[in-house]
């Protein structure tokens, strides 16, 4: 594991508000092996269009993260939000925001003792802030077709590219999340590394020993219960699916954990349960009393399909059985997920993984996950790290 080394995460999500990403789960391995590490809140790629039921929400929830400054967490990780101004489809305001965040950062890195870091970009965005933090490694982590995304801002498709492109031609390594987005690149292939998401499996797996009291706001809920944790937004919940099963299968109960986006439309369907996020540390008590782990996704969706949504190896660490809409990242796992292929398929396999009587199913699926610990991802990292920067050094004194 890399140790000593200073590290500057752009994460492309908000420490604070969202289930953990993999920044968030690497970036904690640094820190305990002791590396100074900064993680930087989402800058976001802009805001939402006027029209947007979520503009408001959005707003409070970026305040609500400025009003927290500078914090550390127990692994002494210092997080922040720096102010950006939300419109990066203006050059003058990228200019703007450059200064503004260069600022910022340098003074609270010299604060906590960074030089020479590991510049870590996870948001095209952050493209920006290369070649200004005296960095001595650029890596580029790609989780997102970031200019397929039009639901969540209304920043110009052509400005991201141009600042994904940026990004890509800067990069030392380059880190795709999914398969179908490695598929896919061209520019700096040669760079290029498949970063697959990772487990907590200890974490997880003590759901199926059977000794975890299930939370309350799930004992109450009526079996059979879907359980679902993470982001509820309007575009990536398949809704229709939803309201279909309302009315052809109203005993099923769906549980959906998480932040919840203005415009979901099934709240009011007898069958379904919003619950807010739950802390990491207990949402296996949730996942303790779900019947099938799902993951219902609008995966027709452009920006969808290139989904590796981190909670479908934690749904297998459970040994529960886990019902999926397709994703090109998991079809290597169809022999322990059942991966729905329509609307039909899904009530199909749902009804198959509520019948299951295989007593070795639940172990397959565990073991399929097992080894791909966050632990062995952050080595395996760490690896690549110590040998581009050996390789930089030796090309430098060359």
Not at 120 to 140: C, F, H, K, N, Q
Not at 228 to 236: H, K
Not at 339 to 344: K, M, S
Request: hydrophobic fraction near 40%; glycine fraction near 6%; include cysteine.
């Amino acid at each position: 594991m890399i140790r000593d080394h200073s590290i500057i995460c752009f994460g492309g999500e908000d420490w604070w508000y969202h289930h953990p990403h993999s920044k968030t789960h690497l970036m904690k391995r640094f820190a305990r092996a002791g590396n100074r590490v900064l993680f930087i809140n989402s800058i976001s790629m802009g805001l939402p269009g006027l029209k947007s039921k979520d503009l408001l929400p959005r707003i409070t929830r970026k305040l609500r993260s400025y009003a927290k400054r500078a914090r550390r967490t127990p692994e002494g990780i210092t997080v922040v939000s720096p102010f950006a101004l939300p419109f990066f489809g203006s050059r003058l305001t990228r200019r703007i925001n450059r200064q503004l965040l260069t600022a910022q950062i340098r003074r609270l890195g010299r604060r906590v003792g960074i030089t020479r870091p590991i510049l870590w970009i996870a948001i095209p965005t952050a493209a920006e802030m290369i070649g200004r933090l005296d960095e001595s490694l650029v890596i580029y982590q790609v989780s997102d077709k970031y200019d397929a995304n039009i639901m969540d801002h209304a920043t110009d498709p052509a400005a991201i590219r141009h600042l994904h492109d940026k990004a890509l031609d800067a990069a030392d390594i380059i880190f795709y999340s999914g398969r179908k987005l490695l598929a896919e690149a061209v520019r700096g292939r040669e760079r290029s590394h498949l970063l697959e998401q990772a487990v907590d499996f200890e974490h997880w797996s003590q759901v199926s020993r059977g000794t975890l009291e299930v939370a309350p706001e799930i004992a109450r809920i009526p079996r059979p219960r879907l359980g679902y944790f993470g982001a509820i937004e309007p575009w990536l919940i398949d809704q229709e699916l939803i309201k279909r099963a309302a009315r052809e299968r109203p005993l099923w109960h769906w549980i959906f954990i998480g932040n919840k986006s203005a415009g979901v439309e099934i709240e009011s369907l007898p069958n379904t349960h919003f619950l807010p996020p739950v802390p990491y540390e207990q949402l296996p008590r949730y996942a303790a009393g779900f019947d099938v782990c799902v993951l219902p996704w609008e995966t027709e969706r452009a920006f969808t399909s290139y989904g590796s949504a981190i909670k479908v190896r934690e749904y297998l660490a459970t040994g529960k059985p886990v019902v999926i809409s397709p994703l090109a990242e998991y079809e290597p796992m169809s022999s322990v997920l059942r991966i729905a292929r329509n609307h039909d398929d899904f009530f199909r396999l749902v009804e198959e993984a509520l019948a299951e009587s295989d007593p070795k199913a639940a172990q397959n699926r565990q073991e399929a996950v097992a080894g791909g610990t966050w632990d062995a991802r952050a080595e395996w990292v760490s690896n690549l790290i110590e040998n581009t920067l050996a390789k930089k050094e030796g090309e430098n004194q060359g």
